[in-house]
C-alpha cells in the first residue's frame, strides 16, 4: 500500500470518504440520479437522528438519493472508505491486483473483493470514446492471442483459433491506449475496429501482418514495419514500439496477478490494462490521480452478475 493511501482519510474514516466521492462526483454541487435536476435550491440534505448519513432530497422529482445512487457502487453494504481504497490499489497497481489480494488487504470476503473489482473495471471503461489519430497523427496497431497456451492442460489446442484475439490501438500523439477482445483476428474485424476508433486522415502504423493491408488503404498513409527481416524502425523512423509495450503489460499481469481469465470477462480486463496505460506516470498522472478518475467514472454504469453455480460462488476467475 502506498504513502498516499495510508496518509489518507478518506480510506479510513467513512465521513470523510463519502464527502471525498461527492467532490469528485458533484464538483458543482449533488445532482439528482433520478430526474438529472441540477438545481441546488430544489436539492436539500436530509438531517434527522433517523436518517442515514448522506441522504439527499430533490425537490423537482420527490426522490431521494446518495452519492452512491446510479453507480457501480448502489446497493452495495461495503463501505465507501474500502471502495475508494480498492480503486486507489487496482489503479496504483501497473499489471493488476488479484481478488485474492483484495480480500486480503481490505477485509472483505473474497466474493465480495471479486465483485468490487469487476465493477471498478467497469467504472475504468471509456464510455465515450473520440476517434484517434487527431491531426494526421499516427495509431500503432497490433493484434495478439491469449489463453489456452498449457500444454498440459486437458482441453488444450494448438493455433491462434483457438485463442482470444485481442486487437489494441495506441495513439502515439496522446500516449492513450484501447484493446478490444475478438472471437478471430480477420480482415474484417480488424478493419471494423480501425473504421470505428481511428480517424481517416491518420497514419496507421503495424506490421506486416495481411490482417492490415485492405483496411490500411483506408487512411492517408499506412506504415509497416517489417519484424519478419529483424525491422523495428522503418526507414521513415515509425515502430509499433508502443503498441507491444502495451501488451507486454498486459501478458506480464494475467500470467503473474491474474494466472486466468474467462473468455465472457476478457474485455473487462482490457478495459482495465488500457485504462492504466492511458493514465500512467509517464504521461504525467499520479496514483491520487488515477484513484479520482476511476471516482468518476462510476456513474450511470451497474454490474450485475448472476451466480454461476449451486453454491452462488461467482465463476473461477481472479
Known sequence: MSKAAIQNAAYTNEDKAREALEAVRWPDGPVCPHCGNLDQEKIAKATGKAVRPGLYYCAACNGQFTVTVGTVMERSKIP??????????????????????????????????WFMCHRIR??????????????????????TYYGNTSKRAKGYKKGHSNKSGVVALVDQSTGKARAFAVKGATTEMVGKILYENVRRKATLVTDESRLYGFPGQQYAEHQKVWHAANEYVNKDGYTTNHVENFFGIFKKGMVGVYHFCGEQHLQRYLDEFSFRYSNRSGLGVSDGERAALIAKGIGGKRLTYPPTNGNNEPSAIH
Open 80 to 113: 465507501i472508505s474500502k471502495w475508494l481504497l480498492a480503486m486507489h490499489l487496482m489503479g496504483a497497481s501497473k499489471k493488476g491486483m488479484s481478488a485474492h489480494q483484495m480480500h486480503r488487504m481490505l477485509g472483505v470476503t473474497y466474493k465480495s473483493a
Open 122 to 143: 467497469e467504472a475504468m471503461r471509456d464510455g465515450k470514446p473520440t476517434p484517434m489519430g487527431s491531426n494526421g497523427g499516427a495509431v500503432q496497431a497490433d493484434e
